[in-house]
């Protein structure tokens, strides 16, 4: 089952729980909070209180993908704002195998995220303790980018390497997924598929939605 997870980075800041409320009522299955610290990507983002906030509102799962210095600082915080996946990235955290350990110990999914530049090869022994994989197929920081083309190799290493080791791991794809390309995402290999402005543009959950899951 291909899931859908919308990327709040696009919504209307002035409307963010209609917002949230429009995609769950048009078939997401997650909410993806981009949180940004303008330290490990060029952007400040929300955090907190805005994830406190969407629980108050909706009932789908959290998943939040932190684009941070030091996460290992902030799990706790996180997950007491109800994130219910906690996504680090490699290259911002020395100490993964940790990191990863802790966030199961709350009980919550944790993930592992990896940049357009970073190679598939270092997840080979992570990915056999997470719960998701977050292949990055736009530099991270901002919405609205041009999809990676040589992402699509990178989701297909994957998927092999999770057949071989973790069957159940959610295979995650963040970043210019639009209706032209969803479609080979999908073939590739990726389960969860995030998507911002392909999702907000136009004041147009509903259609938006519609036709991304054509793709799937
Ligand atoms: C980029 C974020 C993405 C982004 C996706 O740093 O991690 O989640 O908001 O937006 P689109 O789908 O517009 O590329
Ligand atoms: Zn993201």
Do not use: C, W
Request: proline share 4%; no cysteine; net charge negative.
């Amino acid at each position: 089952m291909i899931k859908l997870s919308p990327s709040i980075l696009s919504a209307d800041f002035t409307k963010l729980g209609e917002d949230v409320l429009a995609i769950e009522q048009y078939g997401a299955d997650m909410v993806h909070v981009d949180v940004m610290d303008g330290r490990f990507v060029p952007n400040i983002s929300f955090g907190f209180p805005v994830i406190k906030a969407l629980k108050r509102v909706s009932g789908l799962a959290m998943d939040v993908h932190l684009m941070i210095e030091e996460p290992s600082k902030y799990i706790d915080a996180f997950s007491e704002a109800g994130a219910d996946i906690i996504t680090v990235h490699y290259e911002s955290d020395i100490h993964l195998d940790r990191t990863i350990k802790y966030i199961k110990s709350l009980g919550k999914k944790a993930g592992v995220a990896i940049n357009p530049s970073t190679p598939v090869s270092v997840l080979e022994y992570v990915l056999r303790n997470v719960d998701m994989i977050l292949i990055m197929s736009v530099n991270p920081g901002f919405g609205g980018q041009s999809f990676i083309d040589y992402s699509l190799e990178k989701i297909q290493e994957v998927k092999k390497m999770a057949d071989k080791y973790n069957p159940n791991l959610l295979i995650e794809v963040d970043g210019g997924i639009d209706p032209s390309n969803i479609e080979d995402v999908v073939k590739a290999g990726a389960n969860v598929i995030v998507a911002g402005s392909a999702v907000f543009k136009n004041n147009n959950v509903e259609e938006n939605i519609k036709q991304l899951k054509e793709g799937f």
